[in-house]
């Protein structure tokens, strides 16, 4: 196996598809380890790390694996080798890894790192599901490193059944009850619709609108959406729509927005990024409704999963959502 390192935080056009295509082809997938996703977090986040991607190819020259990762001086003088992004928005961090390559990457990972300069390797974001999560603790003990893994967090999501009564079949008895009932008060007592941005032309207005209904929803909302992080929403939104990853979604009531879901379609799953909703709309939840009609799009559409992401929101677990725990898995030099 060849190991090649890429300097810098932006990658030839040639290798995004070749690394685009292996994910796809991948185990473990979303849009957080796509090379779009990193370069733009390492153009608004990353300006000051020393970045790069590391390729793990075969002898035909084939791509295996690729991780984007940065130089950390860490504690004090230690150098480390970390995965590109931050726990704030990147709610997944990994190594991408071509199926049937799991245990011969990470040997070869193993060996690059203990000939190289670092002390540490550190890999967030790391999910219980994920190939990394599954073999790279065996592969690293041949080297005798220390190895640590403590849980971050934990993401929400449910796999999504063929029709929308079948999911509602699922859910608990009082969560059915509950669901059906807040959805039929909407129908009721108000004039509503959902609606979805799906041009170029109307996302400007459409975000304008989702940051203000997101920092109206919390204190914590509010502080998070700094003018930078705005920057970085909506380079995330255009180049994200550009490539049909995008689903940004409203739910208005009498002809005004009250809830929105900031999301990315992936590879037949919807991963539900952010959110935002009228505190003086409240009594209609309009979050968790908003919520059940993008599920039940993402059902008409075919589409498979349905991940809501970190955070233990209630709204999650009523619409079904299974808890998968997300890792920190740190690996040292002795």
Known sequence: MKIEVLEGSSYPEPLAREWEELLLAARFKNPFLTPLWNEIWLRHFGKSLQAGVILFRDSAGALLAAGAFSNSPGEG?????????????CDYRDIVIAPGGEEEVFGALGRFFGEGPWEYLELNGISEF???????????????????QEAEEVALSLDLPQSWEAFLEKLSG??????????????REV???????????????????????????????AEFMTPD???FFREIAARFQERGWL???????SGKEVATFFSFDFAGTEYVYNSGYDPDFSRFSPGIV????CIRQAIEKGMTGFN????????????????????????CKI
Request: net charge positive; charged share 35%.
């Open 290 to 293: 908003l919520a059940a009609y």
């Open 130 to 148: 994920s190939p990394t999560f599954q073999f790279l603790p065996s592969r690293m003990r041949p080297f005798s490193f220390d190895l640590i």
């Open 77 to 89: 003088s230690r150098k480390g080798l970390t995965l590109v992004g931050s726990q704030d928005v």
């Open 191 to 221: 004039a509503f619709e959902t609606l979805r941005v799906e041009d170029g032309s109307s996302l400007r207005a459409g975000m304008e609108i989702f940051f203000d209904l997101h920092r109206k929803s919390r204190k914590d909302k």
């Open 174 to 187: 009082k969560d059915r009850h509950e669901l059906r009932r807040k959805i039929r008060r909407l129908e």
């Open 229 to 231: 992080m705005e920057a």
């Open 308 to 331: 809501f992401l970190r955070g233990r929101e209630d709204y999650k677990y009523h619409l079904g959502g299974k808890e998968e725990k997300i890792y920190r898995i740190r690996v």
């Open 247 to 253: 689903s940004l979604s409203f739910l208005k009531v």
